[in-house]
């Protein structure tokens, strides 16, 4: 069965820093993973994904997160912080192991906050 | 317009009651999903749908029984409520069959209380 572990629940910066938020993933076929954004009293929005073409995928708002299969990671990163994307970040994986249906695996969360 | 809603935005009942969550999506996509989200913010797959039909049951009590009228919809109808399904309730919806691999689009949740 699939899974992906964030390390960090709680990731702070300031305006303008590099962001980085990690994601490992365990799953016994090639994944396909997500990186999705949680604003305040929102839903969920797809910030990139990875379905093994690039290993570099560049997503929205500046984002991009590179698939490492020998580190089993898919890390986002954006190079300088702006104060809207104080949100929270789910890294997600998916596949069809145990049966026919693709199923969406979501991570625990990490909160970013930006500081002015 | 709202691509994926869902009504209410907040529920706040009595353990005990009976309630149910509505969710609409107007993107024509063919499989809708319930998702639950804990205090933790974590974030779990109850339930989807691929026109009309169960695709996906995770091992969710079944005091919680999902119904599809039609593939637009896909309404969670919670009986006997307990304090533990206090959580926000996701409804999404993706264009693909449930064998392909697609964005999901989320609605904006409804917060459950039960006191």
């Known amino acids: 069965a699939q899974s992906v572990t964030q390390l960090g629940s709680h990731v702070s910066v300031s305006e303008g820093a590099l962001v980085l938020l990690r994601c490992n993933y365990s799953?016994?076929?090639?994944?396909?993973l997500f990186w999705y954004v949680q604003y305040p009293n929102q839903g969920l929005q797809l910030l990139l994904k990875?379905?093994?073409?690039?290993?570099l995928v560049k997503g929205i708002n500046g984002f991009e997160a590179e698939f490492k299969k020998s580190e089993t990671s898919f890390h986002l990163t954006k190079p300088s912080a702006h104060m809207s994307d104080a949100a929270e970040y789910f890294c997600a994986v998916s596949d069809r192991s145990g049966g026919s249906n693709y199923k969406l695996t979501f991570g625990k969360g990490t909160l970013l906050t930006v500081n002015p | 317009d709202t691509a994926v809603s869902q009504t209410p935005k907040y529920l706040v009942t009595q353990m005990g009651n009976d309630k149910s969550i509505k969710c609409e999506q107007n993107?024509?996509?063919?499989?809708m999903y319930w998702y639950k989200q804990d205090s933790k913010k974590f974030l779990k797959i109850m339930f989807s749908?691929?026109?009309?039909?169960?695709?996906i049951n995770e091992t969710v009590p079944n005091r919680f029984s999902p119904k599809s009228p039609d593939k637009a919809h896909l309404n969670l109808h919670i009986n006997s409520l307990e304090l533990g399904d206090s959580a926000v309730y996701f409804c999404a919806s993706s264009r693909g069959t449930g064998t392909t691999n697609e964005k999901l689009f989320f609605g904006s949740g409804t917060q459950l209380s039960v006191l």
């Open positions: 990875y379905t093994s073409a690039a290993t």
């Open positions: 749908y691929n026109n009309k039909e169960l695709i």
């Open positions: 993107l024509g996509h063919d499989t």
């Open positions: 799953s016994s076929v090639p994944p396909y």
